[in-house]
């Protein structure tokens, strides 16, 4: 039998150099030098961000600035402002600064204290309560508040700044009812009390006389106490005074002349 000839087998290594070379493989990176390594890409560029206007307020005084700062010390080292220990900034150093930044100087380290809030008083007119009296419906309650202060500078003074307060527990109102704040009515109304009180008191409701006598009728105080009177005379309103003149006037039956011997008579005027 006749043979056929073979073709001679192409050696593997330079199948696979040649491989190599189509496909850009080897030390020539496909520049067609193998001895040059490929172009590698440039990074990305980052831009300075472009200054911008920012308002600084230290105590209270005003400045602005350009800069290129991002958060607020930056801000603040650019505009060379320095910060003692215990100054306070807003927005804190640490964060993106904003439109405006303000800076209060201390002159000592803060401190908390929690105070006491009064209770205030709510009055309401009550027609069941006597006139000029009052009742206590409902007692009141003290509040609590955090407080928190320093000492700063103002006008070359050292004066105490609070620089924050927050409620703690809320103060409960203490209610009054009162009763009608006007004079009395009835026959002795119709007298003439402005008459007597000039005469006793030139009227003057916080008139006292070293006596013992006391506001617009010169009430002793046994006498103010027998008609509801409470404290001094002369420490109550001009309607009180005359509203409780007029109460002893009907207590003694009219007769006027054991209270006001000597100026009496002008109730009659």
């Known amino acids: 039998m006749r043979r056929t000839p073979t073709t001679p087998a192409i050696p593997v290594l330079f199948v696979t150099a040649l491989l190599a070379a189509a496909c850009g493989g080897g030390g020539g990176g496909g520049s067609g030098d193998p001895g040059k390594a490929a172009p590698v890409a440039d990074a ?3 831009s300075a961000p472009a200054p911008r206007k920012i308002v600084i307020v230290v105590d209270k005084k005003k400045t602005e600035t350009m800069t290129t700062g991002t958060t607020v010390q930056q801000v603040l080292d650019q505009a060379k402002i320095p910060l003692g220990p215990h100054d306070l900034v807003a927005p804190p150093r640490e964060r993106p600064a904003g439109k405006m930044i303000k800076v209060v100087r201390l002159l000592t380290a803060p401190v908390t204290k929690v105070v006491a809030v009064p209770a205030p008083t709510i009055r309401k007119k009550s027609s069941s309560v006597p006139p000029f009296s009052e009742k206590e419906l409902r007692k009141g309650k003290p509040g609590l508040k955090v407080v928190q202060t320093a000492y700063v500078r103002r006008k070359g003074k050292k004066v105490k700044l609070v620089i924050s307060q927050k409620v703690k527990r809320k103060p409960v109102a ?3 009812a009162v009763g009608p704040q006007s004079a009395g009515g009835g026959s002795a109304a119709r007298l003439n009390w402005a ?3 000039k005469c006793e008191s030139n009227n003057n409701p916080k008139a006292v006389n070293p006596a013992g ?3 617009l009728y010169q009430f002793s105080m046994a006498s103010w106490a027998s008609v509801g009177g409470s404290g001094k005379p002369s420490d109550a309103s ?3 005074q005359t509203y409780r003149a007029q ?4 207590r003694v039956n009219g007769r ?3 209270q006001w011997p000597n100026c009496g008579r002008f109730l009659f005027s």
């Open 174 to 176: 203490r209610i009054l």
């Open 195 to 197: 008459g007597l009180a």
């Open 213 to 215: 006598y006391y506001g």
């Open 247 to 250: 109460m002893l006037y009907n």
């Open 256 to 258: 006027w002349q054991g």
């Open 44 to 46: 990305p560029r980052t």
């Open 238 to 240: 001009a309607g009180e």
